[in-house]
């Protein structure tokens, strides 16, 4: 029976969610035809334990590829919230390819909190074709602290890189988030600093290391 307000829309979200069923609310969210049905749906996809949330997340990776932006973004909403696992890394990376400003919010929260379980993938998107991909790998870089070191090579590579033009001064950040290992960027940012000196935070960064 289609799902709609006028009758038994809300009362089969509090079943699928009390049953844990994560295909019937993306189905719903999916099929939402108001802000307010997309709420509700959303919401009831939020209410689930997390551990048998978890269980589910393969089909919430899986929603991150629809064609559908409001899916896609509830989808990554749920497993920043429930936590996603190291199989879900691939599709996380290449949801960051996707648009959508709260998408991204969600995927950077899902991919940071994997730590470094996420950092050889993400020092492989560095190198990826789509060029949101890249930026975006970096962003996450960033959150990992000392975390992303073993990103550094290909991190030291972006400082030269023209495709990271605009975002230097965030290559330049998770280099010198790596901490002590960052050293072994100076050649590298004193080029920098001399062919782009404007670069935000690379004078400080010099000094610090």
Known sequence: MPLSLGGLFKPSLKKMAANNDVAGLLAAIKNSRTQGELWDASHALLSLERAAARQHLPLLYQ???????DLRQQAAR???QYGADAAGVPSLIEALG??????????FDALAALGEQAV???SQAIEHPNQKIKESAV??????????QPALPQLIAALSAPEFKRQRWEVVDAIAGCGEPAIAALPQLRQLAQREPEVTG??????AL
């Open 63 to 69: 929603a991150l590829a629809d064609a559908d932006a």
């Open 78 to 80: 749920a497993i920043a």
């Open 98 to 107: 996707l648009p959508g400003f709260s998408l991204d919010e969600y995927l």
């Open 120 to 122: 050889q993938a993400l």
């Open 139 to 148: 962003r996450v870089l960033r959150r990992l602290g000392p975390s992303a």
């Open 202 to 207: 690379l004078k400080q960064a010099l000094r």
